[in-house]
């Protein structure tokens, strides 16, 4: 016999909620429309009803870049995300492997849109490739991390009744810690669905023939407003739609209360085993990236003009060629680059958890805080990053809400997924002694959302540098995001190599510190989580 995970609203509220929705919605496009009006002229805003006017005079044209974006993102959506699973079983059954893959998949995660964007198009040429690439690298990652957390999440019990019949770890995955890691994968790929849109119109930015993104380019250069706005909102459509449906399909198939998880608390390993476990990943991840970085530039046959090995990166960083000239530039723009990506980080989180720890305790308000929150995250950075800076100016705070923006979804959804794994037998013994509702989210929630919320943490980090360094290419014109750019058009590929590096160590540094912070309160609150 199976429960449901939530009560049934019932029928009476139901017609009421709807007109709540409706009304709340009607509002919101009210102020949208007043916005829009008030910046006329500024050539930022377009007003609902214009575009509406532009959706329905370019029908046909959007509807063929529909068809043609939509493809490519869910190839890369499938791709990515069967490559998400596939890493995060291996993770599991090979538990020494683990570091080693999700270090090289954050690497992999966290290489500069900026960088990868044209070299896939000299890899891959004319046509849907460079799209489905990038989207698929927009979701891997993503999706990878949620259901890890998913995978662990079960009670110690369960693995003894499935060792008892004498079956091993492949058993388990499939017949515990698979079902257990569901709702996680229905949180991943409701992020996930997003970003493989998103991923697939900035894949189109580098040099395809057609496509929401290839649209969105010509409008943006054209000042063509109506047009941009009338892009964004189909792209925000669809995110909301396959989000619903996601969301629809993970409400069928869990429909089991969430159960409490009993584990054993492990002790803190030894200085001395920490040491040598992290120099063994270390080391096993340095021969990994040099292999796939090294081999790749063999493979693939890049032009030594352009393509940097790992010994030219270290000899322009060591300041052999010109005396530290590029690494003093590069440094100094990276410590700008950190200066907005950190605040943002934070901030995002926060405003994410916050804000699912609000629609849990007013359930009613996420119907209309779930679209506005997608539509932040599926609005093309090149669209909003111009409104924000016009509204917060270049400086530290328009690119801070930028980065907090691009963190606050994924953190938003992984929170109330965590939320809602609350057990349900544990809030039941509290409400029979009459608990008011915050001791409740104190003593259960919460501590339910912490695997939830440290895995947002983490696959933020690299979405956080992601969005800084778009974010300056675009709009402030400052930090490393700007400064690769530069060197691209100047064909300054010593800068452009350091930068991917750079870029790419201070992800894995804000990685490993979120990690150190992770183990040290989930060995206490979630200690199964524990590899």
């Not at 706005?229 to 399909?249: D, E, F, H, K």
């Not at 934070?346 to 009613?364: E, H, K, Q």
């Not at 509290?430 to 959302?449: E, G, H, K, N």
Request: with cysteine; aromatic share 6%.
């Amino acid at each position: 016999m199976t429960q449901t995970l939530a009560p049934t609203a019932p029928r009476a509220t139901v017609p009421r909620r709807r007109f709540e929705i409706a009304l709340a919605l009607v509002a919101l496009i009210a102020v949208w429309e007043l916005a829009a009006r008030l910046l006329t002229g500024a050539y930022v805003l377009a007003a609902p009803s214009e575009v509406v006017v532009a959706i329905v005079d370019n029908a046909a044209l959007l509807g063929r870049a529909l068809a043609a974006t939509g493809q490519a993102a869910l190839a890369g959506f499938v791709i990515g995300n069967l490559a998400a699973v596939a890493l995060a079983a291996l993770a599991v059954l090979v538990p020494r492997a683990e570091r080693v893959v999700t270090v090289v998949a954050l690497v992999v995660f966290c290489l500069p849109l900026v960088a990868t964007g044209p070299v896939l198009r000299v890899l891959l040429g004319p046509g849907d490739g460079p799209a489905i690439a990038l989207a698929a690298l927009a979701v891997y990652y993503t999706t990878m991390i949620p259901v890890l957390v998913g995978l662990r999440a079960v009670p110690a019990g369960w693995f003894d009744l499935v060792h008892s019949y004498g079956r091993g770890e492949a058993a388990a995955l499939r017949y515990v810690r698979a079902r257990a890691s569901v709702p996680y994968l229905v949180a991943g790929l409701q992020i996930a669905a997003p970003a493989a849109f998103l991923g697939a119109m900035v894949g189109e930015f580098t040099g395809a023939e057609s496509g929401l993104g290839v649209l969105t380019i010509r409008a943006s250069r054209d000042l063509d407003i109506e047009l941009t706005w009338a892009l964004a909102t189909v792209a925000t459509i669809v995110s909301v739609v396959a989000y619903a449906v996601i969301g629809a399909i993970g409400r069928r198939v869990t429909t089991e209360e969430p159960p409490i998880i009993l584990a054993h608390a492990r002790p803190p390993a030894s200085r001395r085993n920490r040491l040598r476990s992290a120099l063994s990943t270390t080391l096993w991840f340095i021969v990994v990236i040099v292999v796939l970085w090294w081999g790749g530039i063999i493979v693939t046959g890049l032009n030594p003009f352009f393509a940097r090995t790992p010994v030219d990166v270290i000899r322009i960083l060591a300041g052999v060629d010109d005396g530290g000239a590029v690494r003093d530039e590069l440094l100094g723009a990276l410590a700008e680059t950190a200066a907005l990506a950190i605040p943002g980080y934070l901030a995002g989180l926060a405003a994410g958890a916050g804000l699912a720890i609000l629609l849990i305790l007013a359930p009613r308000a996420e119907a209309v805080g779930m679209p506005i929150a997608i539509a932040l995250r599926a609005v093309p950075i090149v669209t909003t990053a111009p409104l924000v800076v016009l509204l917060l100016g270049r400086g530290p705070v328009g690119g801070i809400t930028l980065v907090a923006v691009m963190v606050f979804f994924p953190t938003l959804v992984s929170c109330l997924q965590g939320l809602r794994q609350a057990p349900g037998n544990a809030l039941d013994v509290l409400r029979s002694y009459a608990a008011p509702t915050r001791t409740q989210l104190v003593r259960v929630r919460i501590p339910a959302m912490l695997p939830a919320f440290f895995a947002a943490a983490r696959m933020s980090v690299p979405a956080a540098v992601l969005a800084v360094t778009v974010v300056e290419w675009l709009a402030t014109g400052s930090g490393i995001g700007s400064l690769m750019a530069l060197a691209a058009s100047r064909s300054g590929y010593d800068t452009l190599a350091g930068a991917v590096v750079l870029v790419t160590a201070l992800s894995a540094l804000g990685y490993a510190a979120v990690g150190a912070i992770e183990t040290r309160v989930l060995r206490v609150y979630a200690p199964e989580q524990q590899a």
